[in-house]
């Protein structure tokens, strides 16, 4: 059986770079400022190895904020029919999440401020359990996901009805 995987949005990837800008701003801020006044006087003093040390850490900071979010784009898909949800994610540590869709018992469309700006939608879906997130959809692929799985969710219910009568 072959099954095609759906990537989230693109728009996605640039939601994760406007979050890791923001968190790149207050990382320059937080480690020049330590390395810049970690000092027993009052004024600034700069040093070789703190210009050094605050490098280094910016650097570091740079790579992980900007590398992580499109080697996560990457990593993350998923796929779903009448009988389950399979979600692809992770960059170190990989998972194959695979929700079936019997288990579903709530089904929840979220988007924060950022992704309202960016017209992006996150899907939650709860069992028993668990919640799963799909985040990253654009708002028509969430309802039609939604949608479907709430009519594969009644389809089940109504055979449960059936067999429960005969």
Not at 122 to 141: E, F
Request: glycine share 6%.
């Amino acid at each position: 059986m072959n099954i095609e995987f759906i990537k989230l949005e693109k728009k996605i990837l640039k939601l994760w770079y406007v979050i890791s800008t923001i968190l790149f701003i207050l990382s320059l801020v937080s480690i020049w400022g330590i390395c810049l006044f970690a000092n027993d006087s009052d004024t600034i003093v700069i040093t070789i190895p703190s210009v050094i040390i605050g490098g280094v850490l910016s650097f570091v900071f740079l790579v992980l904020l900007y590398g992580y979010p499109s080697l996560l784009y990457r990593s993350y898909s998923y796929y779903y029919n009448d009988d389950r949800i399979i979600i692809n994610k992770g960059v170190f540590f990989k998972h194959h999440i695979v929700v079936p869709v019997c288990q579903i018992q709530d089904l929840h469309i979220y988007e924060g401020p950022l992704m309202q700006i960016m017209k992006l939608d996150g899907i939650i879906i709860s069992t028993a359990g668990s919640n799963y997130i799909i985040k990253g959809l654009s708002r028509k692929d969430s309802e039609k996901m939604i949608e479907s799985l709430e009519a594969n969710l009644r389809k089940r219910l109504e055979e449960l009805k059936d067999e429960k009568l005969h």
